[in-house]
T-cell receptor, first 114, second 112 residues
Framework: AQKITQTQPGMFVQEKEAVTLDCTYD???????LFWYKQPSSGEMIFLIY??????QNATEGRYSLNFQKARKSANLVISASQLGDSAMYFC???????????FGSGTRLLVRP | DAGVIQSPRHEVTEMGQEVTLRCKPISGHNSLFWYRQTMMRGLELLIY????????DSGMPEDRFSAKMPNASFSTLKIQPSEPRDSAVYFC??????????FGQGTRLTVV
């Protein structure tokens, strides 16, 4: 069965430093996708980055990169050069290509300190 | 493109009343998801549709909840009768054949 685990309920990072948010997943499918979404205090869900299970390169989108380790079933989000506006909840999600079902982890609240 | 549109943005209702939440997905997207977000339980997948057909409703909490997708451009989530524990933010998301899902702004439901 699909499962997403985010073990860090909250994280602090100093402005301009890098931070890694952890995500592990479980699936029996060979083909799946992994996502990260950001939810600021305003409540909307903002898509950040996507990694396909067959992608050989780690995904990058600006200051966001996804550290994909397939054998470990981990898909950690790395935010480089943190900004105050990065303070938000971050959700890891997975979608199995066989079922279209998109499920989310419990989230990590990131606070960027000035 | 206007994105996924949900209405209303906020709803306050009395316990026992019927509540209907609405969603207009992005044109051309063939998957639609309804989620409920609470502090205690996080983001829960309630139901999802593919090509207007409900594929998995195992997340629907009980018979008081029902969802329909009569056509590709509209979906509803109905709670009848509503209870205070249904208070949450309800999100609708749609997705094309490609994997990324686009979320609406959410409906904040308060049942008093």
């Amino acid at each position: 069965a699909q499962k997403i685990t985010q073990t860090q309920p909250g994280m602090f990072v100093q402005e301009k430093e890098a931070v890694t948010l952890d995500c592990t997943y479980d699936t029996s499918d060979q083909s799946y996708g992994l996502f990260w979404y950001k939810q600021p205090s305003s409540g909307e869900m903002i898509f950040l980055i996507y990694q396909g299970s067959y992608d050989e390169q780690n995904a990058t989108e600006g200051r966001y990169s996804l550290n994909f380790q397939k054998a470990r079933k981990s898909a950690n989000l790395v935010i480089s050069a943190s900004q105050l506006g990065d303070s938000a909840m971050y959700f890891c999600a997975m979608r199995e290509d066989s079922s279209y079902k998109l499920i989310f982890g419990s989230g990590t609240r990131l606070l960027v300190r000035p | 493109d206007a994105g996924v549109i949900q209405s209303p943005r906020h709803e306050v209702t009395e316990m026992g009343q019927e509540v209907t939440l609405r969603c207009k997905p992005i044109s051309g997207h063939n998957s639609l998801f309804w989620y409920r977000q609470t502090m205690m339980r996080g983001l829960e997948l309630l139901i999802y549709f593919n090509n207007n057909v409900p594929i998995d409703d195992s997340g629907m909490p009980e018979d008081r909840f029902s969802a329909k997708m009569p056509n590709a451009s509209f979906s509803t989530l109905k709670i009848q009768p509503s209870e205070p524990r249904d208070s949450a933010v309800y999100f609708c998301a749609s997705s094309p054949a490609l994997p990324r899902a686009f979320f609406g702004q959410g409906t904040r439901l308060t049942v008093v």
